[in-house]
C-alpha cells in the first residue's frame, strides 16, 4: 500500500500563529500592490470597454501596430502580446466610439499599413457602461450569497462557529486569489469570478471533513480526559490529512494541467483555480481549524473569568 | 441492499445505454457555445422611452387634428418630457366643449392642468399606458428582430428577452458581424416627406427651419476618394406615407446602371395614399427618408398608380439585400443601442476547442495514473467510474440541450478531478477502517457509509456555489456553472453508487478474504 502519511501527527494548530503571520503577510503585499498598480485591474466585463484579438500571419512588434492604430487616433489602446507575438489583445477604454466603428477603424488601421502583413480579427468584445455597472453590482451579490448560503449550510450542520469559521477562511482565500492575480497582473473578469465562486465552494470541503471527524470522535467517546479542544482539531486534522492532500492534488492537478494545455483564453481562469486549491487547503487546516480553536479558548477564558468573578461575590 | 446486485446492475447498464443513445453521434447531440463555434452574442437595450415619446407625439397629432375637425383652434401641440403633452389653443370659444373634446380623443391621458385664460391644457400619459407601451416595444422589437434574422438565414438563432428592457441575440457561425449588427439594430423607420422648395436649405439653416418643418441630411460619399459629404434638405416634419404602408420589398437592379436598387410595394391603403400624393405634387421633389437620413429625393414626373417605389442610393448589393429585408420586417418600434457585443471568430473557436479537448484527456490520464498508481485495483474501479461520470455528463448536456463553453470546459476538467475525490474520501476511509483491524468486508461496508456523509456536504457547498454561478451568470459562466453542477451530481451516481456495486461483486462471496487492493 503506497500511503503518503502513515500515521501523522503533525502540530498543525501548535504553529498556527506562524500561519497567520504568512497568510497576512501574503494578503498585505498583494493588497500594497493591489494600491500601488491603483487598485485591482478591472476587465472588460467589469470596467466596460472594447477587447479586439487579432491575429497576424508573421510576427509584429508592439510599436508596429501603435502606430497603425495612432493613424486612427487610437493610440492610447493598451496592445498585449496574447501568446506569441502573432497574436495580440488591443484594449480601447470606453469612448464616445461605437463597437462597431472601433472594429472599423482597426481592421482600417491595420490593413494600411503593409508591414503588418495580413491579419485576422478573432475575438470582438464590447461592454457597455450600464452592462459593466450591472455586472459589478451583481458579482458582489453573487460572492456574498455563497458566502451567507455557506455560513448556513455550516451552522445548520454543525454549528455557528464553524461557519463563521469557514467563512472567515473562505475571505482568506479571495484575499490570496486577489493578490496574486495582482502580484501577476492579472485583471478581474467574469470567468475569474466563476473560478472564485467555485473555490469557495470547494475550499469549505475540506473543513467540513475536518470538523466532522472531530464530532465523530468526541461521540466514539474518544476524548481523553483533559484533552484541549485544541488537540482535538489537531487530531482530526491530522486523521484526515491524507484525504485533504489527496483530494487537493486531483483537483489541482486537474486545474494545473488546464492552465498549462487549456490555452490563453482559459488560462486566467485556470490560474486561480490552482491557487484557489492550494489556499483552500491550507486555510482548512490553518485558518478554519485555527480559527475555532482561538474563538473557543477564547470563550472558555471568558466563561472561566465570569465564573471566578461570580465564586468572589 | 447486497440481495438486490441484479436491479443495481441492470439499472447501470440502463443508464450506460441511454447515456450512449442520447449522445450518439457527439458531434450533432453536443450544443457548442458561440465562444467555442463562433458567432456573436448581442445584448441590445430597446430605448423603450423613445416608443413612449413617439406614442405621445402621435396622439398629440391625432387630437391636434380632431379638434381643428370641430372648429376648435389649436396654436401648438407640443410634447413635454417624455409623457407629458401641451396643447394650446386659439381663444377657446367654450371651454367645456375643449375640455371634454380632449377627454374624449385622448382617453389614455391625465388632466394635469388646465389654464382657461392662457388657453392652455396639460396632459400626461396614464402611468399604466406608459407601462403597455414599453412592453409593447420590446415585445414587438424582439419580433422584428426575429423576423430580420430569419429572413437572414442564420441557422439556430436565439433571440431572447433578457430583464425588462433588454433583448439577447445569439447568433452562431456568422461570419460577418459588422453586417449582422446592421440589420439587427437598424430602426428601419423609413418615412416619404415631401420636400420644401420654397426655402433653400442654407437659408434654413441659417435662420432656423419654418414652423413645420425640418432640416434633415443626405451622405453623399465620394467614390474615389472615399470622402463623406453631408448635403441638407429642408423637408416636411410630417411624413407623407411610412413604411408602416410597406407591403414587400426586394432588390432590383436597374437595368442602365447595373446598381442595385430596393424596390418597394405598398398594401392597398398605402398604394393609394401615395397615387393621391404623387398626383398632387407633379414636379415636386419627394424625399426617401429612413432613419432621420434622406436616401434620395427625386422629382416626381407624374402620378404613380402602381403602389410601388423604388430606393436608389449607390448600394451595394449586400446593402440592398439588407435593406430590403429590415422594410419587409418591419421597423423597431423603438431604437436600440448594443449594450454588450461578444464575437469569437470561427478560427479561434476551433482552437480553443482543440486546446480544451488536449486540457480534458491530459488531465484525465493524470488523474487516471494517479489513482492507478495510488489505489491500484481500487484506482481502477476508480477510473472506471471516472469515465463513466464524463459520459453521463455529456449525455445530460446532450439530453438537456445544454450549452457546452470554453469555461464549460474547464468546468469538465475541474470535475474530472473533484469527481475522484468522493472515491478518495471513500478509499481512505476503507484503509484506516482496515488499519483499525475490521475485515474486508466490514472495511467496505463502514468505509462507504460513514464516507457518505462527507461526499454529501462536500457535494452540498460546490453546489450552492454553482447554483449561485448560474443564477448570475451570462452565456459563458453559465456554462460553467452547468458542467460543474452536473459533475458533481454526477458523481454521486458513479462514485458512489457505481463504485459499490463493483466493490460488492468483486468482494461479496469472499467472506474469509483478507486483502484488499486499495
Known amino acids: 500500500m503506497i500511503q503518503l502519511f502513515r500515521d501523522p501527527s503533525f502540530n498543525f494548530i501548535g504553529r498556527r500563529r506562524w500561519a497567520y503571520l504568512i497568510s497576512i503577510l501574503f494578503i498585505l503585499v498583494g493588497v500594497g500592490s493591489m494600491v500601488a498598480k491603483g487598485g485591482l485591474r478591472y476587465g472588460i466585463d467589469f470596467s466596460g470597454g472594447t477587447l479586439i484579438q487579432v491575429r497576424f500571419e508573421t510576427p509584429v512588434a508592439v510599436d508596429r501596430i501603435r502606430r497603425a492604430l495612432e493613424t486612427v487616433q487610437m493610440g492610447d489602446s493598451v496592445i498585449q502580446e496574447f501568446g506569441d507575438a502573432r497574436e495580440y489583445l488591443l484594449r480601447l477604454p470606453l469612448a464616445q466610439l461605437s463597437s462597431e466603428e472601433v472594429t472599423r477603424r482597426t481592421q482600417e488601421a491595420l490593413a494600411k499599413d503593409s508591414a503588418l502583413g495580413k491579419h485576422e480579427i478573432r475575438r470582438v468584445e464590447f461592454v457597455g457602461p450600464q452592462v459593466g455597472r450591472d455586472l459589478q453590482i451583481q458579482a458582489l451579490y453573487a460572492v456574498l450569497w455563497s458566502m451567507i448560503g455557506i455560513l448556513a449550510y455550516v451552522a445548520i450542520r454543525f454549528d455557528l462557529l464553524g461557519g463563521v469559521a469557514s467563512v472567515a477562511a473562505i475571505v482568506h482565500d479571495v484575499l490570496v486569489c486577489l493578490s496574486a492575480m495582482s502580484l501577476t497582473n492579472r485583471e478581474m473578469s467574469l470567468a475569474i469570478l466563476a473560478a472564485m465562486l467555485t473555490i469557495i465552494g470547494y475550499s469549505v470541503n475540506d473543513t467540513i471533513v475536518a470538523y466532522d471527524r472531530v464530532r465523530e470522535n468526541r461521540a466514539k467517546g474518544g476524548r481523553r480526559k483533559g484533552e484541549s479542544f485544541e488537540v482535538q482539531i489537531n487530531t482530526a486534522i491530522n486523521q484526515t490529512l491524507s484525504r485533504t492532500v489527496l483530494t487537493a492534488m486531483t483537483t489541482f492537478l486537474a486545474t494545473a494541467i488546464l492552465y498549462l494545455f487549456g490555452g490563453k483564453v482559459l488560462e486566467d481562469m485556470a490560474f486561480v483555480l490552482c491557487i484557489g486549491v492550494f489556499t483552500g487547503t491550507y486555510s482548512t487546516i490553518y485558518i478554519a481549524g485555527s480559527l475555532i480553536v482561538d474563538w473557543a479558548g477564547w470563550r472558555d477564558r471568558l466563561v472561566a473569568r465570569r465564573k471566578k468573578a461570580v465564586a468572589k461575590a | ?518
Not at chain 2, 412592453?135 to 425588462?164: C, K, M
Open chain 2, 1 to 518: 441492499m447486497r440481495r438486490q446486485l441484479g436491479a443495481r446492475i441492470a439499472l447501470v447498464v440502463i443508464v450506460v445505454a441511454v447515456s450512449a443513445w442520447y449522445l450518439y453521434p457527439p458531434a450533432d447531440t453536443i450544443n457548442l457555445g458561440l465562444d467555442l463555434q463562433g458567432g456573436i452574442h448581442l445584448v441590445l437595450g430597446v430605448e423603450v422611452d423613445k416608443a413612449v415619446e413617439a406614442q405621445v407625439e402621435r396622439a398629440g397629432d391625432s387630437a391636434r387634428a380632431e379638434l381643428e375637425k370641430r372648429g376648435i383652434g389649436v396654436t401648438r401641440v407640443e410634447r413635454r418630457g417624455t409623457t407629458e403633452l401641451v396643447i394650446q389653443l386659439v381663444s377657446p370659444p367654450g371651454w367645456d366643449t375643449v375640455l371634454r373634446t380632449i377627454e374624449e380623443v385622448l382617453p389614455v391621458f391625465d388632466r394635469r392642468e388646465a389654464d382657461q385664460a392662457a388657453g392652455r391644457v396639460v396632459l400626461a400619459l396614464k402611468p399604466g399606458e406608459g407601462a403597455n407601451i414599453r412592453e409593447l416595444a420590446v415585445r414587438q422589437g424582439l419580433e422584428t428582430i426575429r423576423n430580420r434574422v430569419d429572413q437572414f438565414g442564420v441557422a439556430e438563432p436565439s433571440i431572447q428577452q433578457q430583464g425588462e428592457n433588454r433583448i439577447l441575440v445569439q447568433l452562431p457561425g456568422v461570419q460577418d458581424p459588422a453586417r449582422a449588427k446592421a440589420l439587427i439594430g437598424k430602426t428601419a423607420l423609413l418615412e416619404f416627406k415631401m420636400v420644401d422648395e420654397r426655402t433653400e436649405p442654407e437659408a434654413a439653416l441659417r435662420t432656423g427651419p419654418p414652423p413645420g418643418t425640418e432640416i434633415l441630411y443626405q451622405r453623399r460619399v465620394n467614390k474615389e476618394t472615399r470622402e463623406e459629404r453631408k448635403v441638407p434638405f429642408l423637408v416636411q416634419k410630417k411624413a407623407a406615407i411610412t413604411g408602416r404602408d410597406v407591403a414587400t420589398a426586394r432588390v432590383s437592379i436597374d437595368q442602365n446602371t447595373s446598381e442595385p436598387y430596393v424596390s418597394v410595394d405598398f398594401n392597398a391603403s398605402g398604394g393609394r395614399a401615395f397615387a393621391d400624393l404623387t398626383d398632387a405634387n407633379v414636379g415636386k421633389r419627394l424625399a426617401i427618408v429612413l432613419d432621420g437620413n434622406v436616401h434620395s429625393a427625386p422629382q416626381i414626373r407624374e402620378r404613380i398608380p402602381s403602389g410601388r417605389a423604388q430606393i436608389t442610393g449607390g448600394f451595394t448589393s449586400d446593402e440592398a439585400t439588407d435593406l430590403a429585408i429590415v422594410l419587409r420586417a418591419g421597423a423597431l418600434p423603438a431604437p436600440v443601442q448594443v449594450l454588450e457585443e461578444r464575437t469569437v471568430g470561427p478560427s479561434l473557436g476551433a482552437d480553443s476547442i482543440r486546446q480544451g479537448i488536449i486540457a480534458i484527456l491530459a488531465s484525465t490520464a493524470l488523474v487516471f495514473v494517479f489513482m492507478l498508481f495510488y489505489y491500484r485495483l481500487s484506482g481502477v474501479i476508480a477510473d472506471v467510474a471516472l469515465g463513466l461520470n464524463l459520459l453521463l455528463l455529456m449525455a445530460i448536456m446532450a439530453g438537456f440541450h445544454a450549452t457546452l463553453t470554453l469555461p464549460g470546459i474547464a468546468g469538465i476538467a475541474l470535475t474530472i478531478g473533484m469527481a475522484v475525490d468522493t472515491n478518495i474520501l471513500i478509499f481512505e476511509r476503507i484503509r484506516e477502517e482496515l488499519r483499525g483491524g475490521k475485515t474486508v468486508r466490514g472495511a467496505i461496508d463502514a468505509g462507504f457509509s460513514r464516507a457518505f456523509k462527507t461526499v454529501v456536504d462536500t457535494h452540498v457547498t460546490v453546489l450552492v456555489a454553482g447554483l449561485i454561478l448560474f443564477q448570475f451568470g451570462t452565456g459563458p459562466v453559465k456554462g460553467f456553472a452547468v458542467t460543474l453542477m452536473i459533475g458533481i451530481a454526477v458523481s454521486l451516481f458513479t462514485a458512489v453508487f457505481f463504485t459499490r456495486l463493483v466493490f460488492d461483486l468483486l468482494y461479496m462471496g469472499q467472506r474469509k478474504r483478507e486483502t484488499l487492493s486499495i
